[in-house]
């Protein structure tokens, strides 16, 4: 919004903007096609399915705990008629243990796996904003070089342009030769 109205006010106010020479860059093709963040993408994506991969493994395992506790459980309560009472009660108590056990591993599954969620989501982040940042320094350096006095990102706000403005395909070539 403040690069809009600077370009606004500029445009408005002053007879040398006129003179002055505009270029746009639109940072989501340079996100969607550079080979960094295609790499960048890539890696995050291998971090997704295997933290899916976990989960499924873990989710799993807690259903086959699940089984055989309702196969005690069942167990229990065909059988707690005919047997004595005190190794009715020794069932009783193994199956309320594994039963609270059980729960207690599904609360820590939970627990463990959105915090591994929110870590990835850090990650994903923590990784776009580096990238972008790269992407703006790439874009004010192509800029200077081929004397723009402005440049904006076409993803946002951009109706039209022309493609002698367009920076895009340098920032994608410069960011792409880094790495």
């Known amino acids: 919004m403040r690069l809009l109205s600077l370009f606004l006010f500029l445009l408005l106010s002053s007879y040398s903007v006129f003179a002055a020479k505009f270029g746009v860059v639109d ?91 929110r870590d990835l989501e850090r990650e994903k982040r923590r990784v776009l904003s580096k990238i972008v940042g790269t992407i703006r320094k790439i874009s004010s350096k192509v800029a200077k070089e081929q004397n723009f006095d402005l440049v904006i990102d076409s993803s946002t706000l951009v109706l039209y342009r022309n493609s002698s403005i367009d920076l895009t395909n340098k920032v994608i070539q410069r960011y792409d030769s880094l790495k």
């Open 27 to 117: 940072v989501q093709e340079v996100l969607r096609n550079s080979k960094p963040a295609l790499k960048a993408r890539s890696k995050l994506e291998q971090k997704a399915k295997k933290l899916d991969n976990l989960i499924k493994s873990r989710r799993k395992d807690l259903q086959n705990r699940m089984v055989k506790v309702k196969k005690l459980q069942d167990e229990f309560n065909q059988k707690a008629a005919i047997w004595r009472k005190k190794k009715r009660d020794e069932k009783r108590k193994e199956v309320l243990g594994l039963q609270r056990k059980l729960l207690r591993k599904r609360d820590e599954l939970r627990l463990f796996f959105s915090e591994k969620k």
